[in-house]
């Protein structure tokens, strides 16, 4: 769902350094694993690169695809196309997505799908959304950050908090469709375990970006294969 988020707004939000240090950042660190062909002239590889560089310096221990998921997630709701990492199939990006839709008081597409409503237009053409363009936008980088490199329940925080300070009919409409998409997720059945295809009570294991749930069983073969050295059981 592009032109949600307003563009403008997410490049302040993003700028910070001079165009020079960005490229610097862009060559050291992602070099070979994105294409940034001349970033500062395409709105989308802009605001995608201006992304990586935000999220790393706030984060600068996070997993790459965690600070690109963040970057294109927001950078794909400003503007179209934006010719990033490919993580669009990652769970914790779909995630972030319909997080973000349902804030903004649009029908997310249910999980794995592609069609959903878009929030109300005004008369002007574009989203009508709760506190007006730019403090959503301001309002959904929060949001994203907190769900993507916290948890949860801060990024809920901040939703139930912006809403509350936008109490009107379009903040209304945003807060009863975040909570229907909150009960949803929360009732979802438990998961099978992904490697033995048994039936999980309890899963022992997710790996959060990739969306991994195994069984403890599985787990302890792929620890003793080596697979999870740096990792701990959830």
């Not at 007006?132 to 916290?150: C, K, M, Q």
Request: aromatic share 10%; proline share 7%.
């Amino acid at each position: 769902m592009n032109n949600l988020l307003h563009a403008e707004t997410l490049e302040q939000i993003f700028t910070s350094d001079p165009p020079a240090r960005v490229t610097a950042f862009l060559n050291e660190r992602w070099n070979g694993e994105c294409n940034f062909p001349n970033w500062e002239r395409e709105s989308g590889s802009r605001l995608f690169a201006l992304g990586l560089y935000y999220f790393h310096r706030r984060h600068p221990d996070a997993e790459i695809t965690a600070i690109a998921i963040a970057a294109q997630m927001l950078a794909q709701m400003a503007v179209f196309p934006v010719f990033g990492f490919g993580v669009e199939a990652y769970p914790l990006y779909e995630q972030a997505q319909t997080w973000i839709i349902a804030f903004a008081g649009g029908v997310p597409p249910p999980p794995g799908g592609i069609v959903g409503r878009t929030p109300p237009m005004n008369p002007e053409g574009t989203y009508s959304l709760p506190g007006g363009s730019e403090a959503f936008t301001r309002a959904a980088v929060e949001v994203t950050e907190a769900l993507i490199f916290d948890s949860e329940a801060a990024a809920e925080r901040i939703i139930h908090r912006y809403l509350a300070e936008h109490c009107d009919e379009l903040g209304e409409r945003a807060q009863l469709i975040f909570n229907r998409i909150r009960r949803s997720h929360l009732g979802t059945p438990s998961p099978c375990c992904q490697d033995c295809a048994q039936p999980l009570g309890e899963v022992f294991y997710t790996q959060r970006l990739t969306g991994l749930k195994i069984c403890e069983a599985c787990f302890r073969r792929r620890e003793a294969q080596g697979a999870f050295c740096e990792e701990e059981a959830s």
